[in-house]
Each structure stands twice: as C-alpha cells, then as structure tokens.
C-alpha cells in the first residue's frame, strides 16, 4: 500500500520535480498560518480577548480557517505520498495526525456551539465548557505545529 | 559586512547554538509558532479591513494587534539567533534577502496603514466601513506576509 502511494503519478512529480517539493512545503507553510492563525484569533476570543469582536461574526474567518484546512488536506497528502513508509514510521508524524484529529473536532463542536442554528446577531457570552474547550484547542494546535516541525529532526533530515 | 559576519560566528551565541542539538529544533518550533500568530492575527485583521465579516467592528478588530506583537518579537528574537547560528549561509542567500525586503515592506506598508485609518472615526462609528485605500492596503498586507512565509520556507533551496 505505501510501496504503491509513493509510485502514484502525483509523488513521482513530488520526488522528482526540483521546485515540486519546495512549492508544496511553501503552500503546507501558508496554509498553516491561515488555519491555525485564524483557529488561534477565535480561541483568543473566546477566552476573552479582543471582546468587541460580536462571536457569531467570526463565522466569516472560520470559513477562511477552513479554506485553510482544505489547502493543507492537499498539500500534506502529497507531501506523504511522496514519502509514505518514512512518514508512516514517524512517531512525530503519528502524534501530529492524531492531535490534528482531535484539534479538527474541537474547531467543529466549537463552530457548531458559535455559529450554529440559533442565527443569534446578539454577542453570545461563551460558556465555561466552550472555554475550556478553547483552551484544549489552544494546546493541541500547537501541538500540532510542534510535532510537525519534530518530523524533520527526530527520524530523518528531510531538507 | 565581512567583518560583523565574522564577528557573529565567533560569538559566544553561536557556539550556544551549535554546541546544543535541541537549540536548532526548538528555535525553529519558538519561530513558526510566532509566525503563527504574527501572520494569523493580521490575517484577521487584514480580512476585516479588506471588507470581509462587515458585521465585526473595526475598533474591536484592531484588539487583535497584542497577539501580533508578541509574535513579530518572538520571530525577531529566534531569526537573529538563526543568523548568529550560520551568518555566512544566511546573509548571501537569495530567498533571504527577498524575505528581508518583504518585511521591510510590509513594516512600511503597517505605517501607511497607520496614517491611512482614522483611530478616533473608528472608535466613534462603528458602523463606518474601510475606505478603498485602506482595503488595498490590507489586501497588500495579506500578500506580503504571505511572500514572507514562503520566502522563509524557500531558505533551503536556494543556496
């Protein structure tokens, strides 16, 4: 299976392409910023910073967060495909994509408890639990970016 | 410049740095979460002003600003011990150099910014909606730390 993944047409180009690998690195780096940035800011507010900010117009930069994701969904796949036993065997890559699972669910319940049906233009107060779920996101995000940065020093050089 | 090349390498901050094998990985970790919150909060910043998320006031979105001190600091303080690590790989590099310029613009572009909104109309109106001037300016923020971050990512392969 991952003998098979790192032949596929799209890590071929990866491995092959001199400016493959950096353009896809370079995009991973970006959309980083965009997701985790922009999930980071509404966490921040919902522990209270920035409070004018009414927390059910944040729906807009969520949708950005999102685009974020999605650029990163394509960008780290390719990234993996083009070395899919060294990642696999990675324990920092292990710990990031399961972090990276937790953090997406977090984002999701969290948006559904902001944005969700109720349609509220009032400034919700967040609730204790919805801060303290917050306050894990905070943690596991950068614990991701942690993790994914330690996949390059604790297993393999890979630049 | 010789000469101040020179006298980074043989700094006592250098050999710090060289002489640990967790400074490298930690400084690099210390500089992407800083740009995540550098980039992330202006991001938001950067959205509103474009005119995104009309429905958050404009003096309430500027709150975000502290975050993106705090992370021009951190990644101040780490990208100069990057320097001390290895001047003469740094100071010639191509990407670099452009990455240099990018700050240099977007600083200069933040200045503008500065000049460009009204603090006292914000505060008094919320409703007010940013000028055209002032959303190109945001946009152009947007795309010049953008540049920076691939600029950044771009280091390794243009030696």
């Given at each position: 299976m991952l003998d098979w993944l790192e032949n596929t047409g799209v890590a071929r180009m990866v491995q092959e392409s001199m400016w493959a690998y950096p353009i896809v690195l370079s995009s991973h780096a970006v959309g980083m910023a965009i997701v985790v940035g922009i999930v980071l800011m509404i966490n921040f507010r919902i522990l209270g910073l920035a409070s004018g900010v009414p927390l059910s117009a944040l729906k807009t930069m969520y949708r950005f967060a999102l685009?974020?994701?999605?650029?990163?969904?394509?960008?780290?796949?390719?990234?993996?495909?083009?070395?899919?036993?060294?990642?696999?065997?990675?324990?920092?890559?292990r710990i990031k994509i399961i972090l990276l699972i937790i953090g997406i669910t977090l984002m999701v319940m969290l948006s559904r408890r902001l944005f969700g049906s109720t349609d509220s233009v009032q400034n919700v107060v967040p609730t204790k639990q919805v801060k303290i779920m917050a306050s894990i996101s905070i943690v596991v995000w950068t614990g991701v970016i942690v993790a994914g940065r330690l996949i390059a020093y604790l297993d393999w050089k890979i630049f | 410049m010789e000469g101040i090349l020179t006298w980074m390498e043989s700094s006592a901050l250098t050999r710090m740095i060289l002489g640990n094998a967790w400074a490298f990985p930690t400084l690099e970790t210390l500089h992407f979460i800083g740009l995540i919150l550098l980039i992330g909060s202006l991001y938001v910043i950067d959205l509103r002003f474009m005119g995104f998320a009309s429905r958050i006031p404009l003096n309430a979105v500027i709150r975000f600003l502290p975050v993106t001190f705090i992370g021009f600091t951190i990644n101040l303080t780490t990208g100069i011990m990057f320097l001390f690590a290895d001047p003469f790989r740094y100071y010639p590099n191509f990407a670099f150099r452009l990455k240099m310029l990018a700050v240099l613009l977007a600083g200069l572009n933040a200045v503008w910014f500065k000049l460009a909104i009204n603090l006292a109309t914000l505060s008094s109106d919320n409703s007010i909606e940013p000028r055209i001037t002032v959303r190109w300016i945001a946009g152009l923020s947007l795309l010049l730390w953008t540049s920076v971050i691939v600029l950044g990512r771009m280091i390794p392969y243009l030696e």
């Open positions: 685009l974020g994701l999605v650029i990163n969904g394509v960008s780290g796949t390719m990234l993996f495909v083009a070395n899919a036993d060294a990642f696999f065997e990675s324990n920092p890559f | -």
